[in-house]
């Protein structure tokens, strides 16, 4: 797969992008990640790529040219449209889902907004999917747009070690992680549950399974409604429920 990254902060995505798992994956050929300055594209002749906003108020605009421009290159070079994502706190909230959904794409292109936004011009032109990572307002779309690369990323074949990594884990699965430990067995008087040290794989793996239910149900009951309870799974919630 191919992820491009339309920033004016290339930099800054480059570096995220270089270390662990995802810099791994990259040098190993697992994943194609670019970082496009949209700078490089102005036609200004001061290279500037904002301006203010029209009928007045605070901050910048993001020029609609450069962000077109810088587009079509993309699309040129590629031969193809990348699937385009403009990240904005205005758009509909990143699931687990629909990261599944991306990670099954040839190519997408993330466009990193700054300053107060972007000229809602370009927007209309290009009609990218809008995605935000949360109710929560950032100074630009780079984190955003190294969140979805990450998320993306991870879920293709050979970037994790082993394929049940992703299987297990929270929101896969519709459930939470269960907790997890490793040495030392005690820790501050703090105990690793015996079950764990028992070497029996099939408790071991009930009990995960009781601790992921016990924990959806405390902290996301919502989630439950999504997820997929075998009967055993059923019988324990109730039990906890009436306790
Ligand atoms: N840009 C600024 N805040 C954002 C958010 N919460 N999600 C996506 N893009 C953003």
Not at 51 to 69: H, L, N, V
Request: net charge negative.
């Amino acid at each position: 797969m191919r992820i491009d990254i339309l920033t004016l902060f290339p930099e800054m995505c480059n570096t995220v992008m270089s270390e662990s798992i995802i810099g791994r994956a990259r040098q190993a050929g697992k994943v194609e990640i670019n970082c496009i300055d949209i700078r490089d594209y102005t036609l200004d002749k001061h290279r500037r790529v904002d301006d203010k906003p029209y009928g007045g108020g605070m901050g910048m605009i993001m020029a609609p040219q450069p962000i077109y421009d810088c587009y079509l290159d993309l699309c040129d070079k590629i031969g193809s449209k990348p699937h385009l994502i403009y990240l904005t706190p205005q758009g509909k909230t990143l699931t687990q889902q629909r990261v599944k959904e991306l990670a099954r794409l040839e190519n997408i292109a993330l466009l990193c907004g700054h300053y107060e936004g972007i000229d809602e011009r370009v927007i209309d032109a290009l009609e990218p999917e809008e995605i935000s990572i949360g109710d929560y307002v950032l100074t630009g779309g780079e984190l955003p747009a190294l969140i979805v690369a990450d998320a993306v990323s991870r879920m293709l074949p050979g970037v994790l070690s082993g394929d049940e990594c992703f299987e297990e884990e929270s929101h896969f699965s519709s459930l939470l992680e269960y907790p997890q430990y490793t040495h030392p067995a005690e820790w501050q008087g703090r105990e690793v549950p015996d079950i764990l040290l028992s070497g029996h794989h099939a408790n071991v793996d009930k009990w995960r399974r009781e601790q992921s239910l016990k924990r959806t149900l405390e902290r996301r009951p919502d989630m439950l409604d999504n997820a997929e309870l075998s009967k055993e799974d059923k019988a324990f919630l109730s039990n906890l429920k009436r306790d």
